[in-house]
């Protein structure tokens, strides 16, 4: 910096005597600026501050060498050029808000007078009312006028109308007497129609007085008693159809017509009322035909009481329900042949008799089942609702197979209120017991004839209620007609707890018996323990059947490389051994155990079924990683489920779940040749095994050469003994299918 200003000293003293006075003007008009620029902007001296010591800094970097000095002029020049770029876009800039600024004030001063304008107009309209105050009084009473001559011209117009009233209403009553209702009811819409129009007509839609629609109801007040009148003939009709239909059916279809008629009328006058064009009739809408359903169930409700409820109770009560089906069944028949064919279809009338029918059945037996009933009684209405409603003769008659959804009827009894049933009659088991007692008040001889015919009769009735279960099982199995029984599975575990407390009180109904007095009775000993063993059995069999119905769908996606890759269907199975399980638990001690020791071999039996499948073989140690991997994975979860069994100590002496770990390290072992030790320990904790299954085994592994299959074969023949007592086999019904390779090359893989 001392060098320039040394520069700028020897610089001729001419040229500073004659720019002194030029910078003596700009330096004025520089301070008036800068004056004039504080004023409108406070801040101005700090930023010429902060902009000079900017300057000063970058003038200080960039001639801070001597040489730097030549390019003075340079910078001069471009410092000139920018600035004067900067003053040409600024007055651009000023320029075009000014010329914006004129085009707003020209708006506003346009907007003005318009608003000058309005103000004038506005100003002559607010005269202009003043000056006819007058004139709108004078069309006030001429518009009062106007109204009284539009109502007394529509009163002497609908004279005639209005004089015919009473001529027509008697007319109707004559129609609806002689039954021709469809006449009768076409005279009714008239007169409403006449009504409704006069009351358009006089009031417009301006509304009416009440004291004026009081009038008019009033003078039409026979016309609404008429429609009551017409109502309850049609309702008649409706609710005799059932019993009348066969003989003549023109009242039943007359009576859908006039049905029909209304919710059409009540359709188009909503809509009006919607569009506010006329508000509504007096008595609309009136819905006659959910009032037909609604008289229907009530008709079904009267066949039900019109069944003889006499002798309902002892014997009688099977012959009621008897009669019940007889006549539901009759009536079906009516309903689909015939009352069907006379209604749109869209009312499906035999769908609505069913539920109306299923309806008061649920409410009759309600009734029935607290009463205080027999063991007799208990068993015929347990045989009615679980086989005879659900049989062919009922709700699987094809008449009603094609009208009726599946579960949309529901349960004819709670699976609360069958419990309470078959606990009930398990009870009379227990009565038996207390006639034993009474019996041996007489002597020790009667009581045990007592207790060996009860046996006998318990023995018997066990029998049946194995063939009984059998049937169901059947029925439930044979197609998908017969798949809408939600509550199987329910019946079935019901059965085995009730089972289960009929072995308590047949145990001591035997040990009250005389061993000594056996030998006196010419029948052969009874054995109901036994029956009772064999019917649980079949029962908790139908149960496991069922769980592998329930898992089929899924057992087909194990075992495949969907399965390896994302591990499917794994959850989806566990999610429905849990249901079972869950259900499993209401079952009493020791059928609960039973059950889930069941399901849980179950289990592990199809899954290694889908193992010897060969659904998947490896081509890779990759792939032989990851299928071992999804086998423990797999193996975990189930454990997960069956945790119960261990904790209990009911789990058994070989542990099905143990197999599968076993079985995903032959797959993972990554030396072959240590494979014999490996299968050796399999045969030895599951002896069952045979040697197709293990070369199923080599096969899948994908590496396996001939060499060692034929020793690990060949130590699986010598290691080969009987099945130890109490061994359960897992392997021994387990099919493997035919190989497909005659024979593998020792230098070369499996594939």
Not at 175 to 189: N, T, W
Not at 217 to 222: I, K, L, R, T
Not at 290 to 299: D, G, K, M, N, T
Not at 413 to 426: A, F, W
């Amino acid at each position: 910096m001392e060098t320039w200003t040394d520069g700028m000293s020897t610089s001729p003293s001419s040229s500073s005597s004659s720019s002194s006075s030029s910078v003596d003007d700009r330096t004025s008009k520089t301070e008036d600026y800068a004056t004039v620029i504080t004023e409108v902007w406070p801040e101005a001296e700090r930023a010429e501050s902060l902009a000079r010591g900017a300057a000063l800094k970058w003038a200080s970097g960039v001639f801070c060498r001597p040489e730097h000095l030549e390019q003075v002029s340079q910078y001069r020049k471009r410092e000139s050029r920018r600035t004067t770029s900067i003053h040409t876009r600024l007055k651009s800039m000023v320029q075009s808000h000014l010329e914006e600024v004129g085009r707003c004030m020209e708006q506003l001063r346009e907007a003005q007078d318009e608003l000058r304008q309005v103000s004038e107009a506005l100003k002559k309209a607010g005269l202009e009312y003043s000056h006819n105050q007058d004139g709108l009084k004078n069309l006030e009473r001429l518009r009062e006028v106007s109204v009284n001559h539009g109502q007394l011209l529509a009163a002497v117009s609908n004279l005639p109308r209005l004089y015919s009233v009473h001529s027509v209403v008697v007319e109707t009553e004559c129609l609806v007497a002689s039954q021709q209702l469809l006449e009768a009811h076409a005279r009714l819409m008239d007169l409403e129609r006449w009504q409704d129009d006069i009351l358009w007509q006089i009031h417009g839609a301006a509304g009416i007085a009440e004291s004026d629609q009081e009038l008019v109801a009033e003078y039409f007040s026979d016309v609404s008693k008429l429609g009551e009148t017409l109502g309850k003939e049609l309702w008649a009709v409706v609710s005799s159809a059932l019993a009348v239909a066969r003989q003549n059916p023109t009242p039943f279809v007359s009576a859908v017509r006039i049905v029909e008629r209304e919710e059409d009328m009540d359709r188009i006058l909503l809509e009006r009322v919607g569009g506010k064009a006329r508000p509504l009739p007096p008595g609309r809408p009136r819905r006659w035909r959910a009032r037909f359903f609604q008289v229907l169930e009530e008709a079904v409700s009267a066949r039900f009481h019109s069944v003889s409820y006499l002798h309902t109770r002892g014997p009688g009560l099977a012959g009621h329900l008897s009669a019940l089906q007889h006549a539901i069944m009759a009536d079906l028949a009516t309903v689909r042949h015939l009352l069907e064919n006379c209604v749109p279809p869209h009312y499906c009338l035999t769908r609505a008799y069913l539920r109306a029918s299923h309806h008061c059945l649920h409410a009759h037996l309600t009734q029935v089942c607290s009463w205080d009933l027999e063991s007799g009684e208990i068993f015929a209405v347990l045989n009615w609702v679980l086989h005879i409603y659900n049989s062919s003769q009922m709700l699987s008659h094809p008449d009603v197979l094609n009208v009726s959804k599946g579960g949309e009827l529901g349960p004819l009894i709670s699976t609360e209120g069958l419990e309470q049933l078959q606990n009930k009659y398990v009870q009379s088991v227990r009565m038996l017991e207390e006639n034993a007692r009474v019996a041996f008040i007489i002597g020790q001889s009667l009581r045990d004839q007592t207790i060996q015919m009860g046996l006998y009769e318990i023995e018997n009735l066990l029998n049946r209620f194995r063939e009984a279960l059998v049937e169901f099982g059947k029925k439930h199995r044979s197609g998908p007609s017969n798949s809408n029984n939600h509550f199987y599975l329910h019946y079935l575990l019901a059965s085995i707890s009730n089972c289960i407390v009929l072995k308590k009180g047949t145990e001591s109904l035997q040990q009250q018996q005389s061993s000594r007095e056996l030998g006196q009775f010419t029948r052969t000993p009874s054995n109901p323990l036994a029956a009772l063993e064999r019917t649980v059995r079949r029962a908790c069999r139908m149960v496991i059947d069922q769980l592998l119905l329930d898992l089929k769908p899924f057992l087909t996606g194990l075992v495949t490389r969907p399965w390896m890759v994302h591990g499917d269907p794994a959850p989806k199975l566990c999610r429905i051994l849990e249901r079972h399980l869950e259900l499993y638990s209401r079952v009493q001690a020791p059928c609960r155990q039973r059950l889930q020791e069941e399901a849980q071999w179950l289990m592990v039996v199809e899954y290694v079924k889908a193992l010897m499948q060969k659904r998947l073989l490896c081509r890779s140690a990759d792939e032989r990683r990851k299928f071992a991997q999804q086998m423990v994975k797999d193996d975990q979860q189930f454990r997960q489920l069956f945790l119960g069994l261990e904790s209990d100590g009911l789990a058994p002496e070989v542990n099905p779940m143990a197999v599968l770990p076993v079985l995903a390290d032959i797959i993972r072992l990554k030396d072959p040749s240590m494979l014999p030790l490996v299968v050796s320990g399999l045969a030895s904790t599951y002896p069952d095994i045979s040697e197709e299954q293990v070369s199923v085994l080599l096969d899948i592994r994908g590496d396996i050469s001939r060499d060692i299959r034929g020793s690990v074969l060949n130590l699986l023949e010598q290691s080969a003994n009987p099945l130890p007592v109490g061994y359960r086999p897992i392997f021994i019904d387990i099919l493997v299918p035919p190989s497909s390779m005659a024979f593998c090359l020792p230098s070369t893989k499996c594939a």
